[in-house]
């Protein structure tokens, strides 16, 4: 508590009224003895206030703001981090609607150049098919087929691989309604039970072209096998023409196990074929479609010069 100059001359202002002037010192020095020891008692009150209540209780709140910092950085950390995850979803939400529209673009211009492949019936959206090698056709490598050179085929069964399915518009062209078989990746290991099937279907005629071997080695017991069942007919069979191992030895084994049938003749594609860039497409083994004409045209050569 603490008396100022102004209250002090207020007091004094008052005792003259009420003391008269003649009594105010000896009340005065009272009073003085009064306002000292109330200062001092005021003083005792301050410290003993700030030594038994407020120091001890800022003492006491040390611990407890000493335990609660870590807390407080914790409480900081999960502030922080809540903001940098609401910053990466904002970040990823944005970059999905990109690349959403991103991904219709490229799916609307993948479908745009999507193709199914006329051999196999591959789906594809590249230049080739990725099944069996045949390259999509457009206006630069479309050849209307024309040929006046054709025959009556209705006697006629053709059996091959990838090599003849390319060829199989202009073979249909020339030989008229022959029967074409022609599959994609056959190997020669197949041509008995392909036979077997064509003999149920009552498909397999009286002349029989066969061009396997494009895919891998040949073996006797599958050729004796075949020939069996081919036994009466008349057989044309094409060697091969492909830049692997096993071309060599599969013309000469052709060649050479031919020889004991007197039903079978040989049509020479290799070497009507071999090296004529021109006629083939990048794997030297498939036909362009000017090279896939040829192929129809030289098996017919082959045969009318047979007869």
């Not at 990466?88 to 479908?111: H, P």
Request: aromatic share 6%.
């Amino acid at each position: 508590m603490k008396i100022g100059t102004l209250e002090i001359v207020v007091i004094v202002i008052v005792a003259l009224f009420v003391i008269g002037p003649d009594n105010l010192p000896s009340y005065a020095k009272k009073f003085g003895e009064v306002l000292k020891s109330l200062r001092t008692a005021t003083a005792d009150l301050s410290k003993d206030v700030q030594e038994n209540i407020v120091e001890p209780l800022n003492e006491a709140q040390k611990p407890l703001r000493d335990a609660l910092q870590p807390l407080q950085e914790t409480v900081d950390d999960v502030h922080n981090n809540i903001s940098a995850a609401k910053d990466s979803v904002t970040s990823a939400i944005n970059i999905r609607k990109r690349a959403t529209v991103v991904t219709k673009e490229t799916l609307e211009e993948r479908k745009a150049n999507e193709w199914t492949c006329p051999n196999c019936n591959n789906i594809n959206h590249g230049k080739f098919c990725s099944e069996c090698g045949t390259p999509k056709v457009t206006e630069e490598n479309k050849t209307v087929v024309k040929n006046t050179d054709t025959i009556e085929a209705k006697d006629y069964t053709f059996i091959g691989d990838s090599v003849m399915k390319m060829g199989e518009p202009y073979i249909k062209e020339i030989f008229r309604d022959a029967n074409v078989d022609a599959k994609v990746s056959r190997q020669f290991t197949d041509l008995p039970k392909i036979l077997e099937e064509l003999k149920g279907s009552k498909k397999l005629r009286n002349t029989v072209v066969i061009h396997l071997g494009t895919n891998g080695v040949i073996n006797k017991e599958a050729f004796e096998s075949s020939m069996r069942m081919l036994k009466g007919k008349k057989v044309y069979i094409m060697n091969t023409v492909v830049p692997k191992p096993w071309e060599k030895s599969v013309n000469k084994s052709l060649a050479e196990w031919s020889q004991e049938y007197d039903n079978i003749t040989i049509i020479d594609w290799h070497k009507y074929a071999k090296g004529e860039k021109q006629l083939f497409y990048k794997d030297a083994t498939h036909p362009k479609p000017e090279g896939a004409k040829k192929y129809a045209e030289f098996i017919l050569e082959s045969i009318k010069e047979k007869k």
